[in-house]
């Protein structure tokens, strides 16, 4: 047992403690868990609920368009129809929110092979004005069919989440932590690596036999599952299922924060996700610039940071040893895995002398 | 070098924005000492009904406290707002946590305005989660007031200011239908008006479209066609051409969107032979004859105000409006305007602070508001009819808005009400 305990000890001490960004993100966790303890107030804890359920929107998206770079503008889809699923279920059906969250998350999986196989042949630019179509078709059959639907009014009046806030914000912030730490799992996997390489050269992947296909709609499969979680979710957290919840903005959220945090890193649309959230919260103080400053933040982060915040301070705080490419902590001098010095080599000095020898 | 000097600069925003949030703040803490009731001003303060949504209620916050503010039992209060930016035509999810953070941290007591119902409904949970009492001064929405009646004990915190809802809005603006068929009876001779529905393509126009077609036969006239524009079509010369050749002499509206402005301006270009009667939002606002170039005249539309003494408070209120902000006041300003009023009248009859006692209080409502007399029904909602609040119907005349009806109608004609106008095409095509 204790020899057991010994190697987690071992195992958490490499994996985690000796790099500074996984550090960071225990700290990130072991704040959101004990969060209650500091505030109790409802609404900060419906805030955070709230930015967790969009931290599994985000990350899911990423998941599709970050790594097998299928850029998808209609992301919305996924979140409104999971919503709308887990609403109507719960409404007529009187199915409870452990039920209709499952289910409206199948219903998205279901929805992104449909929208998924025709898309598909199409590429780039095209895919991503097709992607950004759907959720206009889906609004606009919401509108033909309002006495099922609600119509543009939505269908309010839906069972809550958990009988507590506090309990609310345990459940999303427990899924947001769980299903992220998943998604990145997968795109670590052998999974991952093919999606990694569609998105770098589809060709080379084709060639090299691979059903590029099959495994785009894999992406847009498990994309639709973890989007459709976020969006039963909210459909019992605000008790409401509406048009905005396939708005043209719940789009281009996920987007935005995504790029903000760092695209193609799934832990990166998590962070952008947390940091943006209960800031724009916070800029509630001065409502006429609100937006304003949102903007700007943004455009300026990505001026100095186009890969996004994560890759940007992580590069900072976090060296790639050039020969085994592991990463260490910035402040080691050789690579803890096979010891070649993390020192770049400075021209001049003492690393080598040239001599010019003349002929005597 | 570049990211040094990016970084300054994000950070020098940030601290603008606080030293400017710092400025700006004065208002928000709440005051220990003085006495005051917190009203929080839901609405989406980026557009005109936000803007609206302050404008009445500063006006009626102002009235009140100069005149002594509000007595609970032997203590004097004052109204002190707060300004909360739903942003509820962007999300939804915004507006809910706005208005949560106003109850929470900036200790709102009771909360009015908001426009889009699906808001309205978030923004309703969370106001009856909290037990405040939510004033509605925009979404006409009938679930809403439905919620008070299917869970009295916990929605009966809704009240409905304005507008009257959704059904009602469609059963008046039927009566303009009515009364304009008349004058088309008697002025043009005309037996068996024909009427061409013209419904912006969206819910609320479903609704109509079939209710208009089974009710306008039994009042003597004719359907002649259904046309459903986009409630974002910048052209409906089609449409009106169409209107045209089918002979209708009335076209019965619904429009609440923006293409109001691009029908009324292409009807009084093309001088269609019919008049135009019904429901079109962009023909309420001050700004309406220049925004169709001049050709709005003759447009008559339902509305909530009018230059009319529904009551004795309308005139003040609808001229001090304009005085101060320069422009017609909207359902929206006034539903905030009034709801201060009888928010007022029922804690100063309760004696209390206790939101359920004023619950109890604000149903036995019975005061002219500047709508007319204002009761509210079981469910919490407006009360329509004669001796009640019948909403008017405003048409443009020589470029000015006119109240025309209710002229006569059940007996009601508010002073200053002026004869409804044919356009003169009108009268050329049919004499």
């Known amino acids: 047992m204790t020899g057991y305990l010994y190697h987690l000890y071992q195992a958490f001490k490499e994996e985690i403690l000796f790099l500074p960004s996984r550090l960071i993100a225990l700290v990130g966790i072991i704040a959101l868990v004990l969060l209650p303890l500091f505030s109790q107030s409802p609404y900060t804890l419906k805030v955070f609920t709230l930015a967790s359920i969009f931290a599994i929107l985000a990350a899911s998206w990423d998941l599709l368009s970050g790594f097998v770079g299928q850029l998808n503008l209609g992301h919305a889809l996924f979140f409104g129809v999971a919503a709308y699923t887990s609403a109507l279920l719960n409404l007529h059906y009187g199915l409870s929110p452990w039920m209709t969250i499952p289910l409206g998350a199948l219903m998205a999986v279901v929805t992104g092979m449909l929208v998924g196989i025709p898309a598909l042949r199409l590429r780039g630019q095209y895919l991503s004005l097709a992607t950004l179509a759907f959720p206009l078709i889906l609004t606009g059959i919401i509108y033909v069919f309002p006495d099922f639907t609600g119509g543009e009014l939505g269908v309010s009046g839906l069972s809550r989440l958990s009988n507590s806030r506090l309990a609310d914000y345990y459940i999303t912030v427990g899924l947001a932590l769980g299903l992220g730490f998943l998604m990145w799992k997968i795109t670590d996997s052998k999974i991952g690596l093919i999606f990694h390489a569609i998105r770098e050269d589809e060709i080379a992947v084709r060639a090299a036999g691979i059903n590029t296909t099959k495994y785009k709609l894999l992406a847009f499969a498990f994309s639709g599952f973890f989007a459709g979680i976020s969006g039963g979710l909210y459909a019992h957290v605000m008790r409401l299922a509406g048009p905005s919840t396939l708005d043209v903005f719940m789009s281009f959220q996920p987007i935005i924060w995504t790029a903000f945090g760092g695209i193609a890193t799934i832990y990166g649309a998590i962070i952008g996700v947390y940091l943006l959230y209960p800031f724009m919260e916070v800029l509630r103080i001065v409502p006429e610039y609100r937006m304003l400053i949102f903007a700007v933040i943004i455009i300026l982060v990505l001026r100095i940071m186009p890969q996004g915040l994560s890759p940007w301070v992580i590069e900072r705080i976090q060296k790639e040893c050039p020969r085994c490419k592991r990463h260490n902590a910035f402040t080691r001098k050789t690579c803890k895995a096979c010891g070649t010095s993390l020192e770049k080599p400075s021209l001049g000095g003492d690393s080598f002398k040239l001599e010019v020898k003349t002929s005597e | ?431």
């Open chain 2, 1 to 431: 070098m570049k990211q040094k000097k990016g970084l300054v600069w994000i950070a020098l925003i940030l601290l603008l924005a606080f030293a400017a949030a710092g400025c700006g703040s004065s208002g928000e803490e709440p005051t220990a000492k003085e006495e005051v009731i917190r009203v929080a001003v839901a609405g989406p303060m980026a557009f005109v009904q936000g803007e609206h949504h302050w404008m009445g209620a500063e006006m009626a916050a102002q009235e009140i406290n100069d005149a002594g503010g509000i007595k609970v039992g032997d203590k004097n209060y004052k109204y002190e707002l707060i300004k909360v930016d739903t942003n509820e035509l962007m999300s939804v999810s915004d507006a809910a946590t706005a208005v949560e953070r106003a109850i929470t941290e900036q200790k709102a007591d009771f909360i009015t305005g908001t426009i889009r119902t699906e808001a309205a409904l978030a923004i309703q949970d969370v106001a009856m989660d909290y037990k405040k009492i939510f004033m509605v001064a925009g979404a006409s929405f009938i679930g809403l007031a439905d919620k008070v009646e299917e869970d009295y004990e916990r929605y009966k915190y809704w009240f409905r200011i304005s507008p009257i809802n959704g059904n009602l809005l469609a059963q008046t603006s039927l009566l303009l239908l009515q009364d304009v068929s008349k004058v088309l009876r008697e002025d043009l001779n005309i037996e068996t008006p024909k009427v061409a529905l013209v419904f912006e393509k969206a819910q609320a126009g479903d609704a109509l479209a079939a209710a208009a077609q089974q009710v306008v036969p039994s009042f003597g006239m004719e359907v002649v066609g259904l046309w459903r524009p986009s409630p974002t079509a910048t052209d409906l010369t089609a449409e009106l051409t169409a209107i045209q050749d089918s002979g209708a002499h009335i076209i019965y509206t619904y429009f609440s969107a923006a293409s109001g402005v691009p029908y009324a301006k292409q009807w009084g270009e093309l001088q269609i032979p019919a008049v135009s009667v019904g429901i079109n939002v962009e023909a309420q606002a001050q700004g309406f004859m220049a925004a169709t170039d001049g050709r709005g005249n003759y447009e008559y539309t339902l509305n909530t105000y009018g230059p009319v003494e529904i009551t004795d408070k309308t005139l003040p209120f609808y001229n001090e409006f304009i005085k101060r902000n320069g422009e017609y006041p909207t359902y929206n300003a006034g539903g905030t305007y009034d709801s201060l009023y009888i928010l007022k009248e029922a804690i100063e009859r309760a004696g209390t602070l206790d939101q359920d006692a004023i619950v109890v209080e604000m149903e036995k409502t019975d005061m002219d508001s500047t709508i007319g007399r204002f009761v509210f029904d079981e469910k919490h909602d407006v009360t329509w009819g004669p001796g009640y609040v019948t909403a008017v119907g405003t048409q443009w005349q020589d470029g000015k808005l006119v109240c025309t009806w209710p002229n006569g109608w059940q007996g009601i004609t508010y002073p200053g009400t002026v004869e409804y106008k044919l356009p003169p095409w009108v009268v050329e095509a049919y004499k």
